[in-house]
Antibody, heavy 115, light 110 residues
Framework: QVQLQQWGAGLLKPSETLSLTCAVY????????WNWIRQPPGKGLEWIGE???????NYNPSLNSRVIISLDTSKNQFSLKLSSVTAADTAVYYC?????????WGQGALVTVSS | QSVLTQPPSASGTPGQRVTISCSGS????????VYWYQQLPGTAPKLLIY???QRPSGVPDRFSGSKSGTSASLAISGLRSEDEADYYC???????????FGGGTKLTVL
């Protein structure tokens, strides 16, 4: 059974760095794109970026300068770091693995940025 | 403001057929696949349609997708109360080198 379990700090102060990790169970990294997607409270989905099994990443241009997505195949994990957060970064963050007809999502993690 | 444009809301009665539109441009829908997701309240999105009109295993054939030019549509036939959810379209955008979502459509089953 495929599972994506994510964790990370839920409350940050402005200017801090958001750090989330997604552990992958039941599927190999090969063949999938590993995504981070967020959803501000009461709003729609926003793609943050993705990384493939080779480590090649693409980022949302609006977040590009602040985002790093990395892969640790030895631990079956991939991670998101978003620097210099503001209140506008408050959202539920999802990790997701996708390949054609296959789409696995984590449970989501609420990250709140507040002073 | 989202790159892909969806109506904010849609509604129908049980048994009816409802369509949700998604409008884009030549940089996204016009040259790439369209995907549709269903998000039930308090849950992660679920893939409903991939590559414009393909259904993943387990998705009922009441759900269908289509694409024409720079627009796409999701149709739900035989509407059921459990279809009440938010629906999102998505596509790759070549000029942004990234994925873009529509703003979402809240479907209400009356």
């Amino acid at each position: 059974q495929v599972q994506l379990q994510q964790w990370g700090a839920g409350l940050l102060k402005p200017s801090e760095t958001l750090s989330l990790t997604c552990a992958v169970y039941g599927v190999s990294f090969s063949g999938y794109n590993w995504n981070w997607i967020r959803q501000p409270p009461g709003k729609g989905l926003e793609w943050i970026g993705e990384i493939n099994h080779s480590g090649s990443a693409n980022y949302n241009p609006s977040l590009n300068s602040r985002v790093i997505i990395s892969l640790d195949t030895s631990k079956n994990q991939f991670s998101l770091k978003l620097s210099s957060v503001t209140a506008a970064d408050t959202a539920v963050y999802y990790c997701a693995a996708e390949a054609g007809s296959i789409s696995y999502w984590g449970q989501g993690a609420l990250v709140t940025v507040s002073s | 403001q989202s790159v892909l444009t969806q109506p904010p809301s849609a509604s129908g009665t049980p048994g009816q057929r409802v369509t949700i539109s998604c409008s884009g441009s030549s940089s996204n829908i016009g040259s790439n696949y369209v995907y549709w997701y269903q998000q039930l309240p308090g849950t992660a999105p679920k893939l409903l349609i991939y590559r414009n009109n393909q259904r993943p295993s387990g998705v009922p054939d009441r759900f269908s997708g289509s694409k024409s030019g720079t627009s796409a549509s999701l149709a739900i036939s035989g509407l059921r109360s459990e279809d009440e959810a938010d629906y999102y379209c998505a596509s790759w955008n070549d000029s942004l080198s990234g994925r873009v979502f529509g703003g979402g459509t809240k479907l209400t089953v009356l």
